[in-house]
């Protein structure tokens, strides 16, 4: 057995859980950082965890399943799969897995730490392996969760394998430079879509991962739709109800499609095909397009509200995660590719910007739809082309 004698630990209470994880503060100085330590913990992703539990609730209560099981192939301390044990009264059963030998002996003693033996199982293979494994086993989970440093892809396929019909795939992603446009390269290689640097790179993103998802899933013979995304930090995280039907699976591959942007007068539109780049229908100039990526909702409304109401009835999670779900409640139905105040203001001229609560209401008496959105503090979402938005603030 590996000796945990070796690695300093400190105890952390994280939701309804305590855990030994490395001391951060020893193995990385006055940088809080977790890939520095033998075992990664990130206690800033808390939140991204908090927000998980209340949607693991949500999809036992929405879809009708008393008794959950939970594969987290990629779970180094096991905090994530322990609070789902802990703090979800429906979970049954969670298997954690982590190839290096120094996590799986640390979620072994997290898990008997916290009197969850009879829950929880713990592994020590590489992650596609035991997946494959299961799957051939006959093994079915109704939620899997990929929680990688870096990039989810190259876990999504086997990771669909092992999930129950109508089950739940939750997906971390942490590469967010390629998603963002800033490695367009590296977004090409690693999900086979164009991104796009903008005011609402951060949704291009989002989407880019939900269509590689539905094709990773289409080819199978199974449909994904997304019915949760959200943004923490550097942590963008997609949840998708996966369901076994071929005739589904191709009818989502008709939610893929592009983004036509243009960086003069910040013209955008969702479009089900793109040959090539096209004049902008407003100020006739160059566009960008971006894609393939999903073009339907990130968010399903009826999760959005459960998810909400879940959360806030747990008083023990913190206050910025709670922000996040009523952001998020506000921003579902509303219309895609949020735009920002800091665009607006300089395509208005504006002296100052405006606030986005502000930039809301205005939208919004003028007949418009419109929102804030939990993927930037300026952001705002709306029906009204920004230079429509612009205009009305001239006005005023």
């Not at 949607?55 to 959950?68: C, H, P």
């Not at 796009?196 to 899933?217: K, M, N, T």
């Amino acid at each position: 057995m590996f000796s945990l004698d070796s690695v300093k630990l400190v105890e952390v209470d994280e939701g309804k859980v305590k855990l030994l994880v490395p001391d951060l503060a020893y193995y990385s100085g006055n940088r809080v950082e977790p890939a520095w330590s033998p075992v990664f913990y990130n206690p800033a992703m808390k939140v991204s965890r908090d927000i998980s539990v209340a949607v693991v609730e949500s999809y036992s209560q929405l879809e009708g399943r008393g008794s959950i099981s939970i594969c987290e192939p990629l779970s180094a301390t096991g905090v994530r799969g322990l609070r789902y044990a802990a703090e979800v009264p429906t979970v049954s059963e969670v298997v954690l897995n982590d190839r290096s030998p120094l996590a799986y002996k640390l979620a072994l003693t997290n898990t008997n730490r916290n009197d969850l033996n009879g829950k929880v199982r713990v592994y020590n293979r590489e992650a596609r392996a035991l997946l494959t494994e299961l799957a051939e086993k006959g093994a079915k989970f109704d939620i899997v969760d990929v929680d990688p440093f870096g990039t989810p892809a190259p876990f999504v396929e086997s990771a669909l394998l092992t999930l129950k019909h109508k089950g739940l795939l939750m997906l971390t992603a942490t590469d967010l430079a390629p998603l963002f446009g800033i490695k367009p390269s590296s977004c090409i290689r690693k999900y086979f879509a164009k991104p796009l640097l903008s005011e609402f790179s951060r949704e291009v993103g989002a989407r880019i991962l939900a269509a590689f998802v539905a094709r990773e899933a289409a080819k199978l013979g199974l449909a994904a739709r997304p019915i949760y995304t959200f943004l923490v930090r550097h942590s963008l995280r997609l949840v998708a109800v996966i369901e076994r039907s071929k005739s589904k699976a191709f009818r989502t591959l008709s939610q893929i499609g592009f983004v036509v942007y243009c960086p003069r007068c910040l013209y955008r539109s969702v479009e089900k095909d793109v040959l090539r780049n096209l004049e902008c229908p407003l100020c006739r100039g160059k566009t960008l397009v971006a894609g393939p990526l999903w073009i339907g909702d990130l968010w399903d409304e009826k999760y959005a509200q459960m998810i909400l109401k879940n959360y806030s009835e747990r008083k023990y999670l913190s206050a910025e995660g709670l922000r996040l779900v009523k952001l998020v409640a506000l921003e579902t139905g509303k219309p895609p590719l949020y735009t920002t105040v800091t665009s607006i203001a300089k395509l208005a001229s504006l002296k100052e910007e405006p606030s986005p609560l502000k930039v809301v209401e205005r939208i919004t008496r003028s007949g418009g739809l419109a929102s804030l959105t939990h993927f930037d503090s300026k952001g705002v979402r709306s029906s009204f082309q920004p230079q429509d938005v612009a205009r009305l603030l001239s006005a005023d």
